[in-house]
């Protein structure tokens, strides 16, 4: 008895978010990067070139990366508060909160 299963399946590229450490697909954690210019930059569309750091699209995570300063740690550099910003205006933004009326969304044009 030996069946063999053919596995056609796609390569589910998995990345750890710094914050819980669970493993995930790369669309759903949002990507930090350190460029070589040692800036820090939150890299929505995956594509930038720089060392990078995941973390899931929960502000849950986003609080427990803080506390921990795994970012920090992960990309050996001062990770300015207004990136911490950013991520939580994205995760807030991109969750369905029914606590606020959603006050227009300003889209930039690209
Ligand atoms: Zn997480």
């Known amino acids: 008895m030996g069946t063999k299963n053919t596995v056609h399946a796609r390569k589910v590229v998995l990345r750890q978010c710094t914050g ?55 990309l050996k550099v001062t990770i300015p508060e207004e990136v911490y910003e950013e991520l939580e205006k994205e995760m807030i933004g991109s969750g369905e909160c029914e606590c606020t009326p959603s006050a227009g969304t300003g889209r930039k044009g690209g």
């Open 20 to 74: 819980c450490g669970q493993r995930k697909e790369k669309k759903e954690l949002i990507r930090i990067i350190k460029t070589p210019e040692e800036n820090i930059e939150v890299d929505f569309t995956g594509k930038k070139n720089g060392r990078g750091a995941y973390i899931c699209n929960s502000v849950e995570c986003l609080e427990l990366v803080k506390k921990k300063k795994a970012l920090e740690r992960s």
